[in-house]
């Protein structure tokens, strides 16, 4: 199964954009990039996705490397609620038609006021 | 609104005891996915239903956990003997086949054994 892997922690100043960045080297060419954050004590939620095309939504932008093996998750304008740890995770098909999701450890972000 | 919940929040057990969590899933939802999160691995995928049929749990401990659905608006977890590095917490989640990008998750329940 593919892998991802990240830095353990960064910090970003309140305002500045703060860019998350992952490696997933072994991704298969149809395995989707997903991001998701963690709150202190609450359930992930789900921030963003992506398969080869750079995407943004409300939350974030997803920009992956013409190779795929990497991706970076930008946060345009970073806010002390933003703080918690983000996932950065490789959802593959398995032989059953059904999908998994692999966690990464994750990147501890810190925004600082 | 909607919201996947799951009781116990909270379970502190002595080593050997039987330990169930249960979950009730977003009412219409068809997938619901067992995470285990711990400090030194980040978060596990232990178990995987589809319309209750459990499909992938190649990531649960076989010999001592076990996941279920009895009926659609409840998923349980077992471990039975429960050991110390059993200590984790335990994420539900829930979802949709037709939009498997959104997995909606419980609050956890913290599961301490000693």
């Known amino acids: 199964d593919a892998k991802t892997t990240q830095p353990p922690s960064m910090d970003c100043a309140e305002g500045r954009a703060a860019n998350l960045p992952c490696n997933h080297s072994t991704i298969s060419g149809n395995e989707y990039v997903y991001w998701y954050r963690q709150i202190h004590s609450q359930g992930p939620q789900y921030i963003i996705h992506?398969?080869?095309n750079n995407e943004t939504n409300e939350m974030a932008s997803l920009i992956i490397t013409e190779d795929r093996k990497s991706s970076t998750l930008i946060l345009p304008h970073a806010t002390l609620r933003d703080t918690a740890v983000y996932y950065c995770?490789?959802?593959?098909?398995?032989?059953?038609?059904?999908?998994?999701?692999?966690f990464g450890t994750g990147t501890r972000l810190k925004v600082l006021a | 609104d909607a919201r996947v919940t799951q009781t116990p929040r909270h379970k502190v057990t002595e080593m050997g005891q039987e330990v169930t969590m249960r979950c009730q899933p977003i009412l219409g939802h068809n997938t619901v996915f067992w995470y285990r999160q711990t400090m030194m691995q980040g978060l596990e995928l232990l178990a995987y239903?589809?319309?209750?049929?459990?499909?992938?749990d190649s990531g649960m401990p076989k010999d001592r956990f076990s996941a279920e659905m009895p009926d659609a608006t409840l998923a349980t977890l077992k471990i039975q003997p429960s050991e110390p590095r059993d200590s984790a917490v335990y994420f539900c989640a829930s979802g949709l086949i037709e939009r498997p990008r959104e997995q909606y998750f419980g609050p956890g329940t913290r599961l301490t054994v000693t």
């Open positions: 992506g398969l080869k």
């Open positions: 239903f589809r319309n209750r049929a459990p499909l992938d």
């Open positions: 995770i490789v959802r593959v098909s398995t032989t059953s038609g059904t999908y998994k999701y692999i």
